[in-house]
């Protein structure tokens, strides 16, 4: 009679095991398709990451063509008494997503 009873044990244990895999593999779906469903993977995230690696490549080659180009004057306070000015051109890209602006000497 115990040998019995110890063979049912163990059935109910990898019965429970069994139930534990697909909980977890349910679990693990649920969770996948919630990050492709995301707006991680949105496709306007996709575009402006491929604006800004578009944007830092002209910056690597100097090619402004895409930037609107301005002249600035900047104020520079140093030690709170010494005031210098300094002229810059200053490059500017905006659109519904990104505004990225630079300014060089």
Known sequence: MKRHIKKHKSLVK???TLL?????????????IGFLNSS????TNHEN???LNSLENKFDTNNFSSFNKSS?????????SDVRFINVKQY??????????????
């Open 20 to 32: 534990e895999t697909l909980l977890s593999l349910s679990l693990i779906t649920f969770i996948v």
């Open 92 to 105: 500017s890209f905006k659109n519904e997503n990104i505004k990225l602006i630079k300014y060089e000497k």
């Open 49 to 51: 990451f491929m604006i």
């Open 14 to 16: 990898s019965s429970f």
């Open 40 to 43: 991680y993977y949105d496709n």
């Open 72 to 80: 600035k004057t900047l104020k520079i306070t140093i030690n709170e």
